[in-house]
């Protein structure tokens, strides 16, 4: 089983820049897609991004947060970045990552979950 914790959540200023790590432990990850979805206060758990299983591969967004975020992963590292820029007040949410051995990552797809990083930005 790969367990996964998140980190690099905080309270920021609208138009602040937070990269956001999840890194993997136990079985290897490199096998999986790498999803990172988010949840805020009262609504559903959402798709924002993903990469599929090596390093340098193809993404995916949401639209909401197209040209503004982007992700990578270090298998070596077992680890998968989130780079959030030109943060808005409606991306405050908790950020989760998942892994999914299927693509495109779907809600329905997911196996594992991280614990969530919270990311809060001020107007």
């Known amino acids: 089983q790969v367990q996964l914790v998140e980190s690099g959540g905080g309270s920021v200023p609208t138009g602040a820049s937070l990269r956001l790590t999840c890194t993997a432990s136990?079985?290897?990850?490199?096998?999986?897609?790498v999803g990172w979805f988010r949840q805020g206060p009262g609504t559903d758990r959402e798709f924002v991004g993903a990469?599929?299983?090596?390093?340098?591969?193809?993404?995916a967004f949401a639209d909401s947060v197209k040209g503004r975020f982007g992700i990578s992963r270090d298998n070596n590292k077992n680890t998968v970045y989130l780079q959030m820029n030109s943060l808005k007040p409606e991306d405050s949410a908790t950020y989760y990552c998942?892994?999914?051995?299927?693509?495109?990552?779907?809600?329905?797809?997911?196996?594992?979950w991280g614990q969530g990083t919270l990311v809060t930005v001020s107007s």
């Open positions: 998942s892994i999914s051995p299927k693509w495109p990552v779907k809600l329905e797809y997911v196996e594992n």
């Open positions: 136990g079985r290897t990850f490199r096998n999986y897609a």
């Open positions: 990469v599929m299983w090596s390093s340098g591969a193809s993404t």
